[in-house]
DNA sequence: CGCTCCCGCCAAGGG
DNA sequence: CCCTTGGCGGGAGCG
């Protein structure tokens, strides 16, 4: 409609600037999810989001893939995707955490790593549901990784080697371990196989999800020394053997879905391996997420997006969120606010910002919606369930 | 330069 | 058979 993220069209090229990163699959999706976010649609409509977002429909596609493996659109037949939201990541991440358990799935990413220098013997190869087993010879890794070893091999099924596939078996990596955090390296590897370097160029495959999964906060890329590297930020899937890992771990783990992720803020211990030596420095999950972001950034944000779209902020936090937060990280404010005015080109400074007000934005209404919903029998509305 | 990863060709999938 | 999906990898942007 109005504030199209299309580059050219008019006036407002400056010097042949075509930002790439406009047009990341991230900004695309962040796009993407503000753009139903605010409808409150219930169906996405492919060509519309193609349209908005100004991209090809083919971009589409791998965007509602990766969505669709964390729950917030399902795909319901030939052309037709019912949104659902962030409301519909709790549930997502529990079926694939007990999927992932059922897989037996490598515990401990890190341990599976050992293993692998170990070439330790402990497959047995848990048939996925259509495609049983694969004979390739993918390497150590694949025998611990069990059905996963069906994503490299089927060379025949192109379903195996989905994105949305890819995807879901991505995320396992994090709930059925007690790391949070994934060289991007490690994953490839771990998904893709060690050998070959037709894994190498898959992993161009991860890159798409990252950027996705990133824009939606449930995962964050960080630099572990010099490599890229991926935190959960979603809900920690506590490990069965550790308790004292990790995150949050919140109801979500174990109640229903009710109520989007991390609601509350707790000082965890982020627990880190060998595979990240620095890692944490600050307690990290949803609300503390947004919280800070939403500080860092506030005005800004909430000038472009009430401009674009007319929506009133309120003061709203999500509950449970501590309010004291954010002080360390002191005066980047400036940066996320520099050059808003009038000046010639940062126009996705405003524009990332604005993206995560929708998000914050969106997972309230969610909450909110659900909340709703959820109480029309009850008639009551309180701000929690029970705990 | 190496890491990222956008773009869109074109082949499966499926009504 | 045509339209929708989406694998795939060339090659361009970016740090």
Known sequence: MSSSPSPSLDSRSRHHSYCRKQKSLGVLCSNFVSLYVQK?????????????????????????????????????????????????????????????????????????????????????????DD??????????????????????????????RSLYLLSRNFIKLFLNSEVNTILLDEAARLLLG????????RTRRLYDITNVLSSINLIEKIQESRKPAFRWLGTSGKSKMDTSVTVVASKIGNHSNKRAFGTEVTNVELKRSRLSPKASKKPSNYAQL?????????????????MKSGFVFGPFFPAGATKEVTEEKG????QGLEGSACSSRPQYHNEALSELFSHYMEAWKSWYAELAQGSSNLQQQPCNTSN
């Not at 004979?135 to 099924?157: D, H």
Request: with cysteine; proline share 1%; hydrophobic share 35%.
């Open 194 to 201: 060690d050998n070959t370097n037709l894994s190498h160029i």
């Open 40 to 128: 409150g649609a219930e169906f996405v409509d492919l060509d519309y989001a193609a349209r908005q977002l100004g991209v090809e429909r083919r971009r589409i596609y791998d965007i509602v893939n990766v969505m669709e493996s964390v729950g917030v659109v399902a795909r319901k037949a030939k052309s037709k995707y019912s949104w659902i939201g962030f409301s519909g990541i709790p549930n997502a991440l529990k079926e694939l955490k007990e999927e992932a358990l059922q897989e037996s799935f490598a515990t401990d990413v890190a341990s599976v790593k050992e293993a692998l220098e170990d070439q330790h013997e402990d497959s047995e190869s848990q048939s996925h």
């Open 290 to 306: 947004w919280n800070q972001d939403l500080k860092e950034c506030n005005l800004t944000a909430q000038k472009q997006l009430s």
């Open 331 to 334: 005066g980047k404010t400036a």
């Open 131 to 160: 495609v049983d087993e694969k004979p390739s010879k993918i390497g150590s890794i694949s025998s611990l990784m069990g059905s996963f070893g069906n994503i490299l091999s089927a060379t025949e099924n192109r379903k195996d």
